[in-house]
Every structure is written in C-alpha cells, then in structure tokens.
C-alpha cells in the first residue's frame, strides 16, 4: 500500500510549502498524516501567528478569467455522489469500483472531505474519525484513484467546503478547524453559532467573510489537487447556511468597511448612529449591497481554487453541487452558481434536482442549460428518495433536454451500503443498455493547447 501511494503522490507533485523560507517538495510528507501547526490559542479572524508560515504559497490574488465557448463533446458523464461512508476501508471502495464498472457508469464523485477532515493524508486537516479502527498508512482516495483509473473511470475528489461540522460534542482532535478557531464560524443575528441542524442551517460553517476562513480552505482543497491525480475537484456546501447568517460582529464590520467608499461621511454617520442602537443597521440600511456582498465571498473563494487548480493542472476539471433554483441559492445561499460558470471558475456544474416531481426538476434543468451559456450541466438525481423507476424517468427526461450527464445520489442509498445491485442494474439496464461510454474532459482540449503555447 505503502509504494502504490506514493507512486500516486509522485505522479502529483506540482509545487512546494515554504517552512521557514526554504522551499520543501509538496511529496515529502506524502502517506503522513502530518497537519499543519496553528497558535496555541486562536488568532483573531485569521491575523497572523508567530508560528512557522506552513501554509501553501500561491497567488493571493484571482486573474480575471476568460470564457471559453466550446460545444459539449460526445460521450455523457455517468455518475454516482460515493458518500464518505464507504470511504472507510479498502474493500469497500473496491466493491463500489466494481459496480459502478459493472453497471457501465464512467464517473465516482468520493467524498473525501466531510466535517472539516480528511480521508486521505492532508497537511491542513486531521484524518477522519471514521478512520480510527484503520491502520495510518490507509490512504481511501489514493485507493480509489488507483481502483477507479484502473476501471477505467473519471474519479473526482468531492469535498464539503464551508460545512465543518454538525454535532453537539467538539472533534476530538484539538488541530480540527472548529477547535483552532471557533471564532471564525457564521453567526445568526442574535451572534449565536450553530453546532448542528438548526432550522435551514445544517451545522457549523466556516464564514467566508474572515480571511482566514478562505485561506484555510484554500489550502486544503489545492493541498489535495498539488498531490493526488485526481479527474476534478468538486465543492459542496459552497455557501452560507441560509441568509440568517453570518451576523458575527466581524462580518458586520467587514461590510461596513466594503460600503465606505460609496457612501458619504454624512450618511456614514447616520448609520453609525443608528448602530449603536441596532447592531444590524448596516446590514438592513442596505439588503441588496448585502446580499451581493456575500455572494463575492463565496465567488471568491471558488475562484481563487479554481485559477490556481487549473494552473497547477490544466486538464482538471473543476464542479460544484448547486441549489438548482437560482433565486434560493443567490438570495439565500450566496451561491450565484451561473456566473461560476459563466467567468469560468466552473467546469461544469451539478444542480442537485432532488424534488420527487419530475415535472419541477425537468423544468430545473431545463433552465440551468439555458442559462448556462454552453458549459455542462450535470443532472443530479436524488435516488436515494425515490424507487428505480422516477429515478430512470428523471434521468431521460434530463437527457431530452440538453443534460451533458448524469450524477446520483447516492451510491451508498442505492446499494445500501454497497449491500444490494438491483438498483443499479435497473438503472443500467434503462439508462447505460449496450456499451461503456467514456468520460467526457472539457478541460482537456484547453489543456493541450496550453502545452503547445
């Protein structure tokens, strides 16, 4: 195990961490679960500690990205969410490898970052403690990387990005980002954070208003793209909880200072004096400025993955699962998933077209390809809440109307834990009949020309 991972670490190697302002191959550490040191207590909203700079150096800052119009290629992504449930031993990855080659799907979207951890070996995140029963050189996504390519399938590490956490009790591991720095978690309006489902609001979420917050998760997603060859990264959670968040006074004060410079000092001085009666003045003196500012954060944070993953890698393709109705996702989520699209920072995206109507979710993709200004939507079929048979006649109404593929959710519900085939050999049967059809890489082309420039 020990040599398969680190031919995979080697193939990936493409940058440095500077320690101490020399320069150490990103491979050194590679099959360690070595994490990077923070401050015995919190910095505040990501200031700088007087540890060691082990954090990733690249480019702070995001080049405007360009477009590319391009016709999807022949060839359908089939797919399927693999919840990080099955990622916690080697036979159940091999198992779920098996099916989804047996069945004739081409793409594995494994879940590799849950709660703020790690089911691979990252330098910025403590190893899952749904691996504790496992030996330490057990590395899940090298396993399915190695697995999947050699099935012949697309593997696409899927990560939780803002979402870190959903229990009462704290992660046991002190180096966990909750523990490191709770101060950097969204608040609602009473200043309150969220531990676990509450409402519309899941858990604990890292706020993506704190410049920390986005260092941090930076970090961690071009970590794994610097060292593992993987097919794409994919987001999930790539947003705020609802829009009762994040109130913290540090946000609040963030936009604050992102209003100054349109305003007056007269009209400064208004809202300030209704301030210090209403801590949210701000934030009710200007709702739509307020809104767009949390979407930019959001867009920012996956802009700045995506340029630096693409030039790191240029043939990786970069998704996101997205709230299909767009006007929930802006206004509630910050999730403004089409210009994602639109600027480039997305690949392709994945409109999670879960409501048991397929009349409601054909509608939904119908609009995300419209809107998509030629990039690939990828349907999302929520499988795991319906029989075979609404999940098949979502999945070809999806292809009727311009879907580039499909991807269900889940593989863990739809096998039951990888216990039963009769789903997917339905799906199979109805959807992938006579022969396997590759994965489609819109990257691809654009990485070949990169190479002849």
């Known amino acids: 195990m020990r040599n398969r991972i680190a031919a995979l670490g080697a193939a990936a190697a493409l940058g440095a961490l500077m320690v101490g302002g020399a320069a150490v191959p990103l491979l050194a550490a590679h099959g360690q679960n070595k994490i990077v040191p923070y401050p015995a207590s919190p910095a505040p909203n990501g200031a700088p500690s007087k540890t060691l700079d082990l954090t990733l150096k690249v480019p702070s800052s995001s080049p405007t990205l360009v477009p590319v119009a391009r016709s999807v290629p022949t060839g359908e992504v089939r797919a399927m969410w693999i919840v990080r449930d099955t990622m916690t031993s080697p036979q159940r990855i091999k198992n779920a490898v098996a099916l989804a080659k047996k069945y004739r799907f081409n793409t594995l979207f494994v879940q590799v970052r849950g709660r703020g951890d790690a089911f691979y070996h990252s330098r910025f995140e403590p190893r899952s403690e749904q691996l504790s029963r496992q030996p330490l050189d ?18 696409h590490a899927w990560m939780n990005t803002f979402f870190v956490w959903h229990q009462k009790r704290r992660p046991y591991s002190s180096l966990h980002i909750v523990n490191r720095h709770p101060e950097w978690l969204v608040q609602d309006k009473q200043g309150r954070t969220a531990w676990t489902q509450r409402g519309d609001c899941e858990g604990a979420f890292l706020d993506p208003a704190v410049p920390g917050a986005r260092e941090h998760t930076r970090n961690v997603f071009l970590d794994l793209v610097s060292r593992y060859p993987v097919d794409g990264i994919h987001f999930d959670y790539v947003r705020f909880p609802s829009e009762d968040f994040s109130f913290s006074d540090y946000s609040l004060s963030r936009f604050r200072e992102h209003m100054l410079p349109a305003l007056t000092p007269h009209q400064v001085a208004q809202i300030d004096a209704k301030r210090a009666r209403n801590r949210l003045a701000w934030h009710y003196s200007f709702p739509g400025h307020w809104r767009a500012w949390r979407q930019s954060l959001v867009a920012e944070t996956v802009r700045s993955i995506s340029v630096e993953s693409h030039r790191m890698r240029p043939g990786i393709i970069v998704s996101a699962a997205v709230f299909p109705d767009y006007n929930v996702a802006t206004r509630s989520k910050g999730q403004s998933w089409r210009d994602w699209l639109r600027d480039g920072s997305l690949d ?13 979710v054909a509608q939904q993709i119908r609009a995300a390809v419209a809107a998509a200004g030629g990039k690939p939507i990828i349907a999302g079929v929520g499988a795991w809440q319906m029989p075979a048979s609404s999940a098949i006649a979502k999945a070809k109404a999806y292809r009727g109307i311009g879907a580039a593929g499909l991807n269900f959710f889940s593989y863990d519900g739809m096998t039951r834990g990888g216990s039963t085939e009769a789903y997917l050999a339905a799906v199979s049967a109805a959807l992938f009949p006579n022969r396997v059809v590759a994965a489609p890489n819109w990257r691809r082309p654009i990485a070949a020309a990169q190479r002849a420039d």
């Open 138 to 155: 057990f590395d899940p996504l090298a396993v399915a990387i190695e697995e999947g390519h050699r099935a012949g399938l697309q593997v």
């Open 348 to 360: 392709a995206a994945c409109p999670m077209t879960y409501n048991r109507s397929t009349q409601l």
